[in-house]
């Protein structure tokens, strides 16, 4: 009943005894193939709800690694500004020291000229 082209060999088989104790009337092969194909729904159906839990926790997962690395890239960006304000710091620290060396080589000049 399953299988198209399958032959069923007794459909109205009604139970009996064994040694003379009566066996219930079996279930008919409608009913058999009805459980079956419910347990078989319902099978498919959790295998369904496994595949689309894999694939959430897969999508989470990605999820959290693009998160990781866009927090890594901003880190890399914030350390990049960091050491070029320090470059620039530290250029304006030498200007600034040139500049004193200048006006003290200046008041230095300036100094000699009135003792002259």
Avoid: F, W
């Avoid at 009913?31 to 839990?53: D, H, P, T």
């Avoid at 620039?88 to 000049?109: G, H, S, W």
């Amino acid at each position: 009943m399953l299988y198209k082209g399958a032959v069923q060999d007794n459909p109205t088989h009604r139970g009996g005894t064994i040694r003379g104790v009566p066996v219930a009337i079996k279930a008919s092969g409608k009913e058999v193939c009805a459980k079956y194909r419910e347990a078989r729904a319902a099978l498919s159906e959790e295998i369904e709800q496994e595949r689309r839990l894999k694939q959430e926790q897969e999508e989470e997962r990605q999820r959290e690694r693009e998160q990781c690395q866009a927090a890594e890239e901003a880190e890399e960006r914030v350390r990049v500004a960091e050491e070029e304000r320090q470059r620039k710091c530290q250029v304006a620290q030498e200007k600034i020291a040139k500049l004193q060396r200048e006006l003290q080589a200046l008041r230095r000049a300036e100094t000699s000229t009135q003792q002259v």
